[in-house]
């Protein structure tokens, strides 16, 4: 094995290269090494180098390669002939394995079983909008999937089998790929409720009060009031904090705004399944009502000169003491100019730092947190 090395190496070869092809054409002995020729009388002969390949051989012009050798030995073609012989073997080995291999992959890639949706359903995802859904009464409800689990999520998918159970609703136990399907690659957290879709109440509903306004006729009212909020995903954060901090009433203008999806009652945590919002196609002259009734109209501005002629006020100076709407403008553009014209203040709040350019507002739903707490916090220290 070592003379080996060396004649490799004094040609000017790599084992790397030549090794594989030396040893699968000399064979091992028993010793791991190379087998020797035998010599007279049966012993150990002399080592006896075979030709080399044209892309092993060294060089016949170079002071240090080897002279080519005229013919191989006679016992070389025997070998030679036997690795042919053995090569559709070991090609019809590896067709096998590599065509099991393609099997098993295509039924990892077969698609999941598609299930067939109720006319006019939706589906809804995530644990609090189905559990909360399933607490109301507020839509009909036709299916419930739910993934199997084991562990902390095993106690909660029993409570969704009795809640369902209370309501005449069917359960069905799928799999993952399945519940990705029916909600489209959302995360749904292993359950998906299948029912009808929520709608916007009519604005002459809103006007009508609740049991609470007519035991407490004195209480201060506020609504939220949203002008082409187009993002799911904001609307449902804008509910949530409504929901949270005491809002009486949320109004949507219907142009330009996103309607009560799915992901939105998922962004909300399911403040949208007990929350209810209204819609009108006149949010100017629903305004001009509301003002000439007492009530007074805050619009929002994320600078005070984007105010046009409206006196400005940080949030926290203002001082709750009538009946009072906030109306919140779309994503990118703000209210618009019409409708700011009939707020009678706007608000504001007063960043922490100088801002630099391009990173000068907060996020609707953020900055409507803000203001909303700002308001609803002095209605609770008056209640106190």
């Known amino acids: 094995m070592e003379l080996t090395a060396r004649v490799w190496r004094a040609a000017g070869l790599s084992a790397a290269r030549c090794g594989p092809w030396w040893w699968g054409l000399r064979g091992c002995s028993a010793n791991g090494g190379p087998e020797a020729a035998p010599g007279p009388g049966g012993g150990g002969g002399r080592f006896h180098a075979p030709a080399l390949p044209g892309a092993c051989r060294a060089s016949s012009t170079s002071p240090e390669g080897l002279a080519p050798q005229s013919q ?123 029912a009808t879709p929520l709608r916007f109440k009519s604005l002459a509903e809103a006007e009508k009060p609740d049991l609470r306004d007519e035991e407490s006729p004195n209480q201060q009212l506020i609504w939220l009031v949203l002008e082409q909020i187009q993002d799911p995903m904001n609307l449902g954060a804008l509910l949530r904090s409504a929901y949270f901090l005491g809002v009486d009433r949320v109004v949507t203008s ?28 006149d949010l100017q002259s629903f305004l001009k009502a509301k003002a000439a009734e007492g009530w007074e109209v805050l619009g929002t501005v994320s600078k005070p000169e984007d105010a046009e002629n409206i006196p400005v006020i940080s949030c926290s100076e203002f001082r709750w003491n009538k009946p009072v709407i906030i109306v919140i403008g779309s994503e990118g553009d703000g209210l618009s100019l019409e409708t700011q014209l009939l707020c009678h203040r ?10 630099h350019p391009g990173i000068e507002s907060l996020n609707v739903s953020v900055a409507t947190g803000i203001l909303l707490h700002s308001i609803c916090s002095q209605k609770l220290r008056r209640d106190d």
């Open 346 to 355: 706007m608000l504001a709040i007063p960043p922490g730092r100088a801002l």
């Open 72 to 194: 191989p030995r006679p016992g070389h073609r025997s070998q030679e002939r036997g690795a042919r012989l053995a090569a559709p073997a070991a090609a019809e080995l590896w067709s096998s394995r590599e065509g099991g291999l393609w099997k098993a992959r295509k039924r990892m890639e077969r698609k999941p079983l598609v299930i067939a949706r109720t006319e006019g359903s939706e589906i809804l995802f995530g644990i609090s909008p189905c559990s909360v859904a399933l607490s109301q009464s507020r839509r009909d409800m036709f299916r419930l999937f739910l993934k199997q689990s084991s562990g902390s999520r095993r106690f909660v998918m029993s409570e969704f089998v009795l809640q369902a159970t209370a309501r005449g609703v069917p359960v069905h136990y799928v799999n993952r790929k399945q519940l990705d399907a029916l909600c489209r690659g959302h995360v749904h957290q292993g359950v998906c409720l299948e």
């Open 254 to 281: 219907q142009r330009n705004s996103c309607p009560l999806t799915p992901t939105v009652s998922k962004a909300s945590s399911g403040a949208m399944e007990v929350l209810d919002v209204y819609s009108t196609d």
